[in-house]
């Protein structure tokens, strides 16, 4: 299961309701920080959700509206060491401009008590953990090295509790064992192996989160029979115009998509103050009926079978 919380959901400058984009993907004891718009450690206070383990932020893009936050949080990094380490994962231009906010107006010569790494990435698999990858690809958008990302489980094979209990396979290293592949001896002599006790293999959930963008025909093949899309809509169909000239895209455009790459849940982010939530919800329903208008501290929880 992958949870998402949005910390910021506005475009461009906070209105009073909505932050700046800022989203928590969490995975087990992982957790990443999608973006880190101004004002996003006043949102994780406000979120209750406290900055431990939040050692990784993957931004999408360089616009200030996405970064502006990490000076200030880096400042209370430093000043309150509240992590061991802190890795910032972009595309080159992305972190070119990060750099520039951190070590010149931030450090300024200093050093932060714990290390900083800055993770220059390029499209492909970049994080792989025991269950799960992450995947980066590109996102036309304005300005170089933007992306997107994957989150997706690994394929596995489902253990079949009644089936171990009705062979007599005890609790404990046996059914890890029998989970890894490995066939066992009963101590009556019986010889277990993985295929008695495992079901036929599962995808692993899929989640996929893109930034600011003008373009989805090109993001087909990476958001096919995802489980959720979180995408941005800044602007309506009546200012498709408008959308089309800022390299951003409309309620309808992302809700297309969802449905040409067979999305089960599309989650719109990224909203313009001069449009009301309802509006933005009503336009993207009207093709993808599962859709939704994140608000910012909502928690959205993606998991099989939704
Ligand atoms: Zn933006
Ligand atoms: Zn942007």
Known sequence: MFEILFLGTSASAPSAKRGLSAQIITHNEYRFLIDCGEGTQRQILQAGVGFRHLTRILLTHGHLDHILGLGGLVSTFMRWEAIDQLEIFGGRGTLDRVRALIDDVVLRGNQTPMPLYFREI???????????????????????????????????????????DGLGVPFGPERRDLVAGKAITLSNGKRV????????????????????????????????????????????????????????????????????????????????????????????????PNAVVARDFDVYQIKRNE
Do not use: W
């Open 193 to 288: 192996t993985p295929d008695d006790v495992l079901g036929p293999v599962e995808k692993g959930i899929k989640l996929v989160v893109v930034g600011d963008v003008g373009r989805t025909d090109n993001l087909l093949e990476f958001c096919k029979d995802a489980d959720a899309l979180v995408i941005e809509s800044t602007y309506l169909e009546e200012e498709a115009e408008m959308a089309h000239q800022f390299s951003h895209l409309t309620a309808k455009q992302g809700a297309e998509l969802a449905v040409q790459a067979n999305v089960k849940k599309l989650i719109l982010t990224h909203i313009s103050r001069r449009y009301r939530g309802r509006d933005v919800l009503k336009e993207a329903q009207s093709i993808h």
């Open 122 to 164: 390029k499209p492909g698999i970049f994080f792989d953990a025991e269950d799960f990858t992450i995947t980066a690809f590109p996102v036309t958008h304005r300005g170089p090295d933007c992306l997107g990302y994957i989150f997706e489980g690994k394929e596995r094979r489902p253990f079949l509790s009644e089936k171990a």
